[in-house]
Protein backbone atom coordinates (compact mmCIF):
# COMPACT_ATOMS: atom_id res chain seq x y z
CA UNK A 1 0.00 0.00 0.00
CA UNK A 2 0.93 3.21 -0.84
CA UNK A 3 2.13 5.85 2.04
CA UNK A 4 -0.55 8.32 3.21
CA UNK A 5 0.75 12.00 3.56
CA UNK A 6 -2.07 13.04 5.74
CA UNK A 7 -1.63 10.07 8.24
CA UNK A 8 -0.53 10.32 11.24
CA UNK A 9 2.92 8.80 12.30
CA UNK A 10 2.82 6.18 14.31
CA UNK A 11 3.23 5.96 18.47
CA UNK A 12 5.75 4.54 20.29
CA UNK A 13 3.04 3.87 22.80
CA UNK A 14 -0.31 2.49 22.54
CA UNK A 15 -3.49 5.09 21.99
CA UNK A 16 -6.13 5.33 24.45
CA UNK A 17 -9.46 3.40 23.94
CA UNK A 18 -12.02 5.42 24.70
CA UNK A 19 -14.54 3.05 27.56
CA UNK A 20 -18.03 2.87 26.55
CA UNK A 21 -20.45 4.84 29.08
CA UNK A 22 -23.13 2.07 29.41
CA UNK A 23 -22.91 -1.66 30.66
CA UNK A 24 -23.91 -3.12 27.40
CA UNK A 25 -21.32 -1.18 25.38
CA UNK A 26 -18.51 -1.92 28.04
CA UNK A 27 -19.47 -5.71 27.50
CA UNK A 28 -18.77 -5.39 24.07
CA UNK A 29 -15.90 -3.87 23.61
CA UNK A 30 -14.68 -6.90 26.33
CA UNK A 31 -16.02 -9.20 23.82
CA UNK A 32 -14.24 -7.77 21.05
CA UNK A 33 -11.10 -7.93 22.43
CA UNK A 34 -11.00 -11.27 24.13
CA UNK A 35 -11.88 -12.88 20.42
CA UNK A 36 -11.49 -10.32 17.66
CA UNK A 37 -11.51 -12.71 15.29
CA UNK A 38 -14.90 -13.40 15.77
CA UNK A 39 -16.16 -9.69 15.65
CA UNK A 40 -18.24 -7.57 13.12
CA UNK A 41 -17.32 -4.10 13.09
CA UNK A 42 -19.74 -2.50 10.73
CA UNK A 43 -19.10 1.49 9.80
CA UNK A 44 -21.66 4.15 7.93
CA UNK A 45 -19.57 6.05 5.28
CA UNK A 46 -20.66 9.99 5.32
CA UNK A 47 -20.51 11.43 8.91
CA UNK A 48 -18.44 8.53 9.92
CA UNK A 49 -15.44 7.96 7.66
CA UNK A 50 -15.89 10.84 5.79
CA UNK A 51 -16.75 14.01 6.64
CA UNK A 52 -19.60 15.45 5.28
CA UNK A 53 -19.36 18.11 2.54
CA UNK A 54 -22.27 20.33 0.83
CA UNK A 55 -21.05 18.17 -2.55
CA UNK A 56 -21.53 14.56 -1.63
CA UNK A 57 -19.39 13.79 -4.59
CA UNK A 58 -16.48 15.36 -3.06
CA UNK A 59 -16.78 12.97 0.20
CA UNK A 60 -13.91 11.25 0.47
CA UNK A 61 -12.18 9.24 3.67
CA UNK A 62 -11.08 11.11 6.31
CA UNK A 63 -7.05 11.34 5.90
CA UNK A 64 -5.82 7.95 8.25
CA UNK A 65 -9.26 6.05 7.30
CA UNK A 66 -7.47 3.76 5.04
CA UNK A 67 -4.61 3.12 7.20
CA UNK A 68 -6.72 2.26 10.35
CA UNK A 69 -8.67 0.09 8.32
CA UNK A 70 -5.64 -2.02 6.97
CA UNK A 71 -4.13 -2.54 11.09
CA UNK A 72 -7.85 -3.13 12.17
CA UNK A 73 -8.71 -5.60 9.10
CA UNK A 74 -6.80 -8.68 9.32
CA UNK A 75 -7.31 -8.81 13.06
CA UNK A 76 -11.07 -8.94 13.08
CA UNK A 77 -13.58 -11.69 11.48
CA UNK A 78 -14.65 -8.76 8.63
CA UNK A 79 -15.13 -4.97 8.26
CA UNK A 80 -18.15 -4.00 6.60
CA UNK A 81 -18.90 -0.45 5.40
CA UNK A 82 -22.96 -0.20 5.27
CA UNK A 83 -23.94 3.05 2.90
CA UNK A 84 -26.53 4.77 1.51
CA UNK A 85 -24.19 4.59 -1.39
CA UNK A 86 -23.74 2.76 -4.35
CA UNK A 87 -21.16 0.31 -3.24
CA UNK A 88 -18.74 1.42 -5.98
CA UNK A 89 -18.80 5.11 -5.46
CA UNK A 90 -18.86 4.21 -1.81
CA UNK A 91 -15.30 2.09 -3.09
CA UNK A 92 -13.77 4.93 -5.11
CA UNK A 93 -14.59 7.50 -2.72
CA UNK A 94 -12.93 5.55 0.15
CA UNK A 95 -10.35 4.79 -1.63
CA UNK A 96 -10.62 0.67 -0.78
CA UNK A 97 -9.61 -0.86 -3.79
CA UNK A 98 -6.45 -2.42 -4.44
CA UNK A 99 -4.82 -2.18 -1.01
CA UNK A 100 -2.91 -4.56 0.72
CA UNK A 101 -4.29 -5.35 3.85
CA UNK A 102 -8.12 -5.06 3.46
CA UNK A 103 -8.73 -8.77 2.38
CA UNK A 104 -11.47 -8.79 5.12
CA UNK A 105 -13.71 -5.76 3.84
CA UNK A 106 -16.80 -5.99 2.01
CA UNK A 107 -19.00 -2.48 1.22
CA UNK A 108 -22.45 -3.11 1.78
CA UNK A 109 -23.90 -0.39 -0.61
CA UNK A 110 -27.61 0.85 -1.16
CA UNK A 111 -28.09 -0.10 2.38
CA UNK A 112 -27.18 -4.01 1.52
CA UNK A 113 -28.56 -4.11 -2.01
CA UNK A 114 -25.07 -4.22 -3.67
CA UNK A 115 -22.18 -5.97 -1.84
CA UNK A 116 -18.51 -5.26 -3.20
CA UNK A 117 -15.92 -7.63 -1.56
CA UNK A 118 -11.80 -6.67 -1.70
CA UNK A 119 -11.21 -10.13 -2.47
CA UNK A 120 -12.42 -10.42 -6.09
CA UNK A 121 -12.80 -6.28 -6.16
CA UNK A 122 -16.44 -6.80 -7.96
CA UNK A 123 -19.74 -5.54 -7.29
CA UNK A 124 -23.08 -7.64 -7.29
CA UNK A 125 -25.86 -5.82 -7.59
CA UNK A 126 -29.82 -6.55 -8.31
CA UNK A 127 -32.06 -5.21 -10.99
CA UNK A 128 -32.93 -1.60 -10.99
CA UNK A 129 -36.59 -1.12 -9.09
CA UNK A 130 -39.12 0.17 -11.86
CA UNK A 131 -40.61 2.68 -9.76
CA UNK A 132 -36.83 4.07 -9.74
CA UNK A 133 -36.97 5.46 -13.04
CA UNK A 134 -40.46 6.81 -13.02
CA UNK A 135 -39.64 8.70 -9.53
CA UNK A 136 -36.16 10.02 -12.10
CA UNK A 137 -38.38 11.20 -14.58
CA UNK A 138 -40.91 13.04 -12.52
CA UNK A 139 -38.89 14.46 -9.62
CA UNK A 140 -37.57 17.78 -11.33
CA UNK A 141 -41.34 18.94 -12.04
CA UNK A 142 -42.19 18.09 -7.70
CA UNK A 143 -39.35 20.09 -6.98
CA UNK A 144 -40.42 22.84 -9.20
CA UNK A 145 -44.03 22.79 -8.43
CA UNK A 146 -42.87 23.48 -4.51
CA UNK A 147 -40.59 26.24 -5.67
CA UNK A 148 -38.04 24.02 -3.51
CA UNK A 149 -35.48 24.12 -6.75
CA UNK A 150 -33.40 26.89 -5.27
CA UNK A 151 -30.67 25.35 -3.23
CA UNK A 152 -31.65 21.93 -3.50
CA UNK A 153 -30.00 19.48 -5.72
CA UNK A 154 -30.64 15.49 -6.67
CA UNK A 155 -27.93 13.23 -6.04
CA UNK A 156 -28.25 10.39 -8.55
CA UNK A 157 -27.40 7.45 -6.64
CA UNK A 158 -28.46 4.77 -9.48
CA UNK A 159 -31.07 2.74 -7.17
CA UNK A 160 -32.03 5.25 -5.82
CA UNK A 161 -32.49 9.34 -5.54
CA UNK A 162 -31.87 11.68 -2.79
CA UNK A 163 -32.81 15.08 -2.51
CA UNK A 164 -30.32 17.21 -0.82
CA UNK A 165 -31.30 20.73 1.06
CA UNK A 166 -28.00 21.95 2.83
CA UNK A 167 -27.48 24.61 0.06
CA UNK A 168 -31.17 26.11 0.67
CA UNK A 169 -31.45 29.83 2.29
CA UNK A 170 -33.47 27.53 5.22
CA UNK A 171 -32.23 24.13 4.74
CA UNK A 172 -34.31 22.95 7.80
CA UNK A 173 -37.30 24.44 6.16
CA UNK A 174 -37.06 23.19 2.62
CA UNK A 175 -36.32 19.76 4.17
CA UNK A 176 -39.67 19.89 6.00
CA UNK A 177 -41.36 21.31 3.03
CA UNK A 178 -40.58 18.78 0.53
CA UNK A 179 -40.97 15.19 2.87
CA UNK A 180 -44.81 14.92 2.14
CA UNK A 181 -44.51 15.96 -1.76
CA UNK A 182 -41.98 13.31 -2.18
CA UNK A 183 -43.42 10.73 0.26
CA UNK A 184 -46.25 10.92 -2.21
CA UNK A 185 -44.19 10.78 -4.94
CA UNK A 186 -42.18 7.62 -3.67
CA UNK A 187 -45.47 5.75 -2.29
CA UNK A 188 -46.75 6.14 -6.10
CA UNK A 189 -44.24 4.17 -7.21
CA UNK A 190 -43.44 1.95 -4.71
CA UNK A 191 -40.60 3.04 -3.30
CA UNK A 192 -40.22 4.65 0.06
CA UNK A 193 -38.59 7.64 1.65
CA UNK A 194 -35.35 7.62 4.35
CA UNK A 195 -34.87 10.76 5.94
CA UNK A 196 -31.00 11.73 6.79
CA UNK A 197 -29.77 14.70 7.72
CA UNK A 198 -31.09 17.90 5.34
CA UNK A 199 -31.40 15.30 2.93
CA UNK A 200 -34.63 13.05 1.51
CA UNK A 201 -33.89 9.67 -0.40
CA UNK A 202 -35.97 8.03 -2.73
CA UNK A 203 -35.36 4.55 -2.57
CA UNK A 204 -36.79 0.97 -3.19
CA UNK A 205 -38.37 -0.77 0.06
CA UNK A 206 -37.40 -4.29 1.59
CA UNK A 207 -33.74 -3.48 3.17
CA UNK A 208 -31.66 -0.99 5.50
CA UNK A 209 -28.99 -0.59 7.25
CA UNK A 210 -30.41 -2.61 10.33
CA UNK A 211 -31.49 -5.80 7.82
CA UNK A 212 -27.80 -5.59 6.06
CA UNK A 213 -26.41 -5.59 9.48
CA UNK A 214 -28.21 -8.44 10.75
CA UNK A 215 -27.96 -10.70 7.81
CA UNK A 216 -24.16 -10.55 7.66
CA UNK A 217 -23.55 -10.57 11.22
CA UNK A 218 -24.97 -14.00 10.80
CA UNK A 219 -23.60 -14.61 7.72
CA UNK A 220 -19.97 -14.02 9.47
CA UNK A 221 -21.37 -16.06 12.44
CA UNK A 222 -20.39 -13.55 14.50
CA UNK A 223 -20.04 -13.42 18.28
CA UNK A 224 -19.87 -10.01 19.03
CA UNK A 225 -20.32 -6.62 16.78
CA UNK A 226 -19.72 -2.94 16.46
CA UNK A 227 -21.46 -0.44 14.64
CA UNK A 228 -20.58 3.10 13.94
CA UNK A 229 -22.82 5.80 12.50
CA UNK A 230 -24.11 9.26 12.55
CA UNK A 231 -27.54 9.86 10.95
CA UNK A 232 -31.15 9.06 11.13
CA UNK A 233 -30.87 6.28 8.65
CA UNK A 234 -28.18 4.23 10.98
CA UNK A 235 -30.81 3.85 13.75
CA UNK A 236 -32.02 0.42 12.37
CA UNK A 237 -28.54 -0.50 12.47
CA UNK A 238 -28.86 0.51 16.12
CA UNK A 239 -32.35 -1.22 16.51
CA UNK A 240 -30.30 -4.55 14.76
CA UNK A 241 -27.90 -4.42 17.13
CA UNK A 242 -29.99 -4.27 20.85
CA UNK A 243 -32.01 -6.98 18.87
CA UNK A 244 -29.28 -9.29 18.42
CA UNK A 245 -28.00 -8.45 22.23
CA UNK A 246 -31.72 -10.27 23.32
CA UNK A 247 -30.81 -13.43 20.50
CA UNK A 248 -30.22 -16.49 22.00
CA UNK A 249 -29.35 -17.67 25.61
CA UNK A 250 -26.13 -14.93 25.77
CA UNK A 251 -27.09 -12.83 22.94
CA UNK A 252 -24.33 -11.46 20.73
CA UNK A 253 -22.85 -8.68 22.63
CA UNK A 254 -22.83 -4.90 20.30
CA UNK A 255 -21.56 -1.63 20.76
CA UNK A 256 -23.04 1.42 19.59
CA UNK A 257 -20.81 4.12 18.53
CA UNK A 258 -22.23 7.39 17.43
CA UNK A 259 -20.15 9.59 15.10
CA UNK A 260 -20.54 13.38 16.60
CA UNK A 261 -24.70 13.30 15.60
CA UNK A 262 -25.39 17.13 16.83
CA UNK A 263 -27.47 17.02 14.52
CA UNK A 264 -29.40 13.96 14.99
CA UNK A 265 -29.92 13.43 19.16
CA UNK A 266 -31.42 10.42 18.47
CA UNK A 267 -28.77 8.61 17.46
CA UNK A 268 -26.77 10.07 20.45
CA UNK A 269 -29.43 9.27 22.82
CA UNK A 270 -28.63 5.49 22.30
CA UNK A 271 -24.97 5.15 21.72
CA UNK A 272 -22.40 3.59 23.77
CA UNK A 273 -19.76 5.76 22.89
CA UNK A 274 -19.99 9.14 21.58
CA UNK A 275 -16.91 10.20 19.06
CA UNK A 276 -16.60 13.74 17.81
CA UNK A 277 -16.75 12.96 14.21
CA UNK A 278 -14.71 11.10 11.85
CA UNK A 279 -11.47 12.12 12.61
CA UNK A 280 -12.36 10.65 16.29
CA UNK A 281 -13.94 7.37 14.87
CA UNK A 282 -10.81 6.99 12.57
CA UNK A 283 -8.42 7.13 15.92
CA UNK A 284 -10.54 4.87 17.56
CA UNK A 285 -10.41 2.32 15.19
CA UNK A 286 -6.59 2.77 15.00
CA UNK A 287 -6.63 2.04 18.82
CA UNK A 288 -8.67 -0.61 18.65
CA UNK A 289 -6.11 -2.58 16.14
CA UNK A 290 -3.70 -1.40 18.24
CA UNK A 291 -5.32 -3.37 21.43
CA UNK A 292 -6.13 -6.25 19.58
Known sequence: MGSNPH??????????????????????????????????????????????????????????????LVALAPKVASIAVITGRPAGVAVRHGGFAGVRGLDHLVVLGHYGAERWDAVTGTVRAPAPHPGTAAVRAELPGVLDRFGSWRGTWIEEKGQALAVHTRRAADPQAAFEALREPLGE????????????????????????????????????????????????????????????????????????????????????????????????????????????
Do not use: N, W
Open 7 to 68: ASAPSETPSELPTPTTPPGREALDAILARPDRAVVALDFDGTLADIVPDPEQARAHPGAVDA
Open 185 to 292: LAARHGLIVEPGRLVLELRPPGTDKGVALARYVREMDAESVLYAGDDLGDLAAYAAVEKLRTEGPDGIPGLLVCSGSAEVPELAERADLLLDGPGAVIAFLAALAERV
